[in-house]
């Protein structure tokens, strides 16, 4: 594992930083901070200068930035984010709101918030609230503050870290906790017992589901309609 930064998990204290490195080193995993890689080929890597032979190469720099902002006409915003005011209105645009990842919206003290499912659903309810009482969020209305429940991160089977802020978990626990969170705050009962069943099946199994994102969807569908009948 390659990261770029001095330590993994940047966004939470350093004591769960470290836990987070010697639970994947005790697991096999050898980790690398403070490198960066330069290239990637096929079967192997460039790191600082030094070629590293691999038979897979997982690449998780980062999330792609919404297009939203090229459809208001705004050039290269900070990572691809749409800046928005206290009420999540676009800089510059009174009556078009953005949220989630497409927004950059700033905290209390001034910095971005993260690109975090907690923030889009709390940003999601303050609109949904206004928007159903106005055709547009008035002046005077309270701004949007986020209330962090605490960050999560799930480093292997039995081990996560939780940052509530005034304190910490990690391992065993806060892995059976980010479970029991995650499945609660899925939308409705029919997911949390569908999701709960397939994690407890694979867990038991040691199986794993396969999730795979093709954007190209054109090409995807021209390859099937040009393969030959029976493949």
């Given at each position: 594992?390659?990261?770029?930064?001095?330590?993994?998990?940047?966004?939470?204290?350093?004591t769960?930083?470290?836990?987070?490195?010697?639970?994947?080193?005790?697991?096999?995993?050898?980790?690398?901070?403070?490198?960066?890689?330069?290239?990637?080929?096929?079967?192997?890597?460039?790191?600082?200068?030094?070629?590293?032979?691999?038979?897979?190469?997982?690449?998780?720099a980062?999330?792609?930035?919404?297009?939203?902002?090229?459809?208001?006409?705004?050039?290269?915003?900070?990572?691809?984010?749409?800046?928005?005011?206290?009420?999540?209105?676009?800089?510059?645009?009174?009556?078009?709101?953005?949220?989630?990842?497409?927004?950059?919206?700033?905290?209390?003290?001034?910095?971005?918030?993260?690109?975090?499912?907690?923030?889009a659903?709390?940003?999601?309810?303050?609109?949904?609230?206004?928007?159903?009482?106005?055709?547009?969020?008035?002046?005077?209305?309270?701004?949007?503050?986020?209330?962090?429940?605490?960050?999560?991160?799930?480093i292997?089977?039995?081990?996560?870290?939780?940052d509530?802020?005034?304190?910490?978990?990690?391992?065993?626990?806060?892995?059976?906790?980010?479970?029991?969170?995650?499945?609660?705050?899925?939308?409705?009962?029919?997911?949390?017992?569908?999701v709960?069943?397939?994690?407890?099946?694979?867990?038991?199994?040691?199986?794993?589901?396969?999730?795979?994102?093709?954007?190209?969807?054109?090409?995807?569908?021209?390859?099937?309609?040009?393969?030959?009948?029976?493949?």
């Amino acid at each position: 594992m390659i990261e770029a930064g001095p330590r993994l998990l940047a966004a939470f204290p350093e004591t769960l930083s470290n836990y987070a490195k010697e639970h994947l080193s005790s697991i096999g995993v050898e980790v690398r901070t403070g490198q960066r890689v330069a290239d990637v080929a096929d079967g192997y890597v460039i790191v600082n200068g030094e070629r590293l032979e691999t038979g897979c190469i997982v690449w998780g720099a980062g999330v792609k930035a919404s297009s939203a902002h090229r459809w208001l006409g705004l050039e290269n915003p900070p990572g691809g984010r749409i800046p928005v005011g206290e009420h999540l209105n676009v800089t510059g645009f009174a009556q078009i709101y953005a949220l989630g990842d497409t927004a950059l919206a700033l905290g209390t003290d001034g910095k971005p918030l993260p690109a975090l499912a907690q923030v889009a659903k709390q940003q999601g309810e303050y609109l949904g609230r206004l928007l159903s009482k106005y055709a547009t969020v008035p002046a005077t209305a309270p701004p949007f503050r986020f209330r962090n429940r605490g960050n999560t991160a799930v480093i292997g089977r039995h081990a996560a870290v939780f940052d509530f802020g005034r304190w910490q978990m990690k391992g065993r626990l806060a892995w059976i906790l980010w479970a029991v969170i995650h499945v609660y705050l899925l939308i409705n009962f029919e997911k949390r017992v569908l999701v709960s069943v397939q994690w407890i099946w694979r867990y038991i199994t040691r199986q794993r589901g396969a999730r795979l994102i093709d954007e190209d969807k054109g090409q995807s569908a021209e390859k099937i309609a040009s393969a030959p009948a029976g493949n």
